[in-house]
């Protein structure tokens, strides 16, 4: 279990985690009415530093989910920003931690429906290493359940009840013993993993799917396209991938702000490559962990330090 911050923010203030709480009969907690984002923070021994990442763009994705689902988000970024800054100070953080922010409906009403002008945000943080143990590699499964369609529930919203779907897909691999499973979308085509984007890499092109494709508009996913454009030259292709393209990659990983990027072994039980992490998989993994922590030149754009 990973340590939890004993500061949150909720109701407009910074107070003590155990503290912060919410009503039982609140819509975030009856139907799932809110969306999150995941914000990683990164420590730098040596400028003694801790950088949050991307913060903007995760500041415009739960803005952009509010206006989907017609929630409130009334913060202005320098105010977002300066919350999550004062909670990192509150907490004295010196270690790489994931920051959870969550807009969520306090409303205590009976109906399920989103404008109802109670929507709080609260933030919580805790210390967080690795969320995949990679050492190895990750065995994967294509799930049995579909990701559902954005004309039913939108993908891009980031929703907290959306997440019972992830959640689906992510016991069913568990409990077949698998590490975690892949979505194919309503189209049969591949989607993402239960928290992930997803990339493969063949004859040293790199795919993955569009936007269009039903997933979430990874920001580890954007880094990513950048980086391997930019800093390896590689070409990126996003496109449709069909199931059985993902058996023959010669390379396949997951992307995201608690996953990183997580080297994955097998799918369905079918080595990938050659069973061991791929070149350019160690190598991008290098790069964004330098540009995530202030260690490679020219992408400081993406930090926001808190000291
Ligand atoms: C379903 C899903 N897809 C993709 C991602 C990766 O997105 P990001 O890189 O913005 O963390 C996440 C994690 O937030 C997720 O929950």
Redesign the pocket.
């Known amino acids: 279990m990973s340590k939890v911050f004993q500061y949150s923010y909720i109701n407009n203030k910074i107070g003590k985690t155990a503290e912060a709480k919410v009503s039982v009969m609140c819509k975030a907690l009856q139907y799932g009415l809110g969306c999150f984002?995941?914000i990683r923070g990164n420590w730098n021994k040596q400028n003694k530093n801790l950088y949050l990442f991307r913060l903007d763009?995760?500041y415009k994705?739960v803005k952009e989910s509010a206006k989907i689902l017609g929630m409130k988000l009334n913060y202005s970024y320098p105010r977002f920003q300066k919350i999550l800054i004062d909670l990192a100070k509150k907490n004295n953080i010196k270690e790489d931690i994931y920051i959870r922010p969550t807009l969520y409906s306090a409303s205590t009403a009976l109906t399920p429906r989103f404008d109802n002008q109670k929507d709080d945000l609260a933030v919580y943080m805790i210390s967080l290493k690795e969320y995949f143990n990679t050492e190895n590699g990750l065995n994967v499964c294509v799930s049995s359940w579909r990701r559902f369609d954005d004309d039913q529930f939108s993908?891009k919203a980031?929703i907290t009840g959306a997440?019972a779907n992830?959640a689906l897909a992510k016991t069913e691999a568990v409990q077949n013993g698998y590490d975690e499973a892949v979505f194919l979308n309503r189209d049969g085509k591949v989607c993402?993993?239960?928290?992930?984007?997803i990339f493969g890499i063949k004859d040293n092109i790199v795919y993955t799917p569009p936007l269009g494709a039903n997933?979430?508009?990874?920001?580890?996913?954007?880094?990513l396209i950048e980086l391997f454009e930019n800093e390896l030259g590689l070409e990126v292709h996003e496109e449709l991938i069909d199931r059985s393209m993902l058996y023959t990659f010669d390379e396949l990983f997951f992307?995201?702000?608690?996953?990183k990027v997580a080297w994955i072994r097998s799918v369905d039980k079918r080595k990938i490559g050659t069973g061991k992490i791929g070149k350019n998989t160690i190598k991008i993994k290098n790069i964004f962990e330098r540009a995530s922590t202030g260690s490679l030149d020219g992408y400081n754009k993406w930090l926001t330090p808190v000291y």
Do not use: F, M, P, Q
């Not at 993402?192 to 984007?197: C, F, L, R, T, V």
């Not at 997933?215 to 880094?223: A, D, E, F, V, Y």
């Not at 992307?255 to 996953?259: F, L, R, V």
């Open positions: 984002t995941g763009d995760h994705r993908v980031k997440y992830s993402e993993a239960s928290g992930a984007n997933i979430l508009n990874g920001i580890t996913r954007k880094t992307s995201g702000t608690a996953a």
